[in-house]
């Protein structure tokens, strides 16, 4: 068990629908990173927060959008859900968000059908 | 833009011998980490590589560095099927930004 918790486990839901992806860094943690991992494209780097603030970006999609709360948690919102988005989602947190490792959730199950 | 290549994608071990794989990335870096995943789980963090020469050891896997040819192996000793799983590599760029890019990943069958 790393310490990052991710909530849902599951989730399924149809195009054109919202959803949003929570999860919670390790205590002490105060970066926090997105990745989508799918067959087609591998685990792909999203977002990353570090205290509330956007540090970097990657592949996410203009339909996605994440934030970082005063307690450091993070929420990934997805909108206008395509067949396509299909994945898993994981979060990983780390300490500074510079060069130490990167800690993994169990990640989210997103099914659009 | 940096891309990282693992190969072979897919590795049939035969148990009780040595292999090793390999992770090839495109530009400069000098943070490269090994991660496990077994199916339908998340990953867990094996090594952590942050100089050119570093060498990192666990049980059965040794992880290597070298900075100047971009390539990091990871090697495996006497394999055995609790090994069986897949192994992504993933570079970090030099610098504050720690985003990763990780490779395809190489997956690995322990027969007996």
């Known amino acids: 068990d790393s310490g990052v918790t991710q909530t849902p486990k599951h989730l399924i839901t149809a195009t054109g629908q919202r959803v949003t992806l929570r999860c919670s860094p390790r205590s002490g943690d105060l970066s926090v990173y997105w990745y989508q991992q799918s067959l087609d494209q591998g685990l792909q780097f999203l977002i990353q927060y570090y205290n509330g603030e956007e540090r970097a970006k990657g592949n996410i999609l203009e339909r996605f959008s994440a934030q970082q709360f005063p307690d450091l948690h993070s929420e990934l919102n997805l909108s206008s859900l395509e067949l396509g988005d299909s994945a898993l989602y994981f979060c990983?947190?780390?300490?500074?968000?510079?060069?130490?490792?990167?800690?993994f959730g169990p990640g989210t199950r997103l099914t659009v059908t | 833009e940096l891309k990282v290549e693992q190969n072979p994608l897919f590795l049939s071990m035969q148990e009780g011998k040595n292999y090793t794989i390999y992770c090839n990335y495109s530009?400069?870096?000098?943070?490269l980490y090994w991660y496990r995943q077994d199916p339908g789980k998340s990953l867990e963090s094996l090594f952590v590589?942050?100089?050119?020469?570093a060498v990192k050891q666990e049980g059965r896997l040794m992880a290597s560095l070298d900075t100047k040819a971009r390539l990091s192996t990871l090697h495996i000793t006497a394999a055995v099927h609790d090994l069986s799983a897949t192994y992504f590599c993933a570079v970090g760029p030099t610098g504050a930004n720690s985003k990763l890019t990780f490779g395809k990943g190489i997956t690995l069958s322990v027969r007996p």
């Open positions: 590589l942050l100089s050119n020469g």
């Open positions: 990983a947190s780390s300490t500074s968000g510079l060069a130490e490792e990167q800690y």
């Open positions: 530009t400069t870096s000098d943070r």
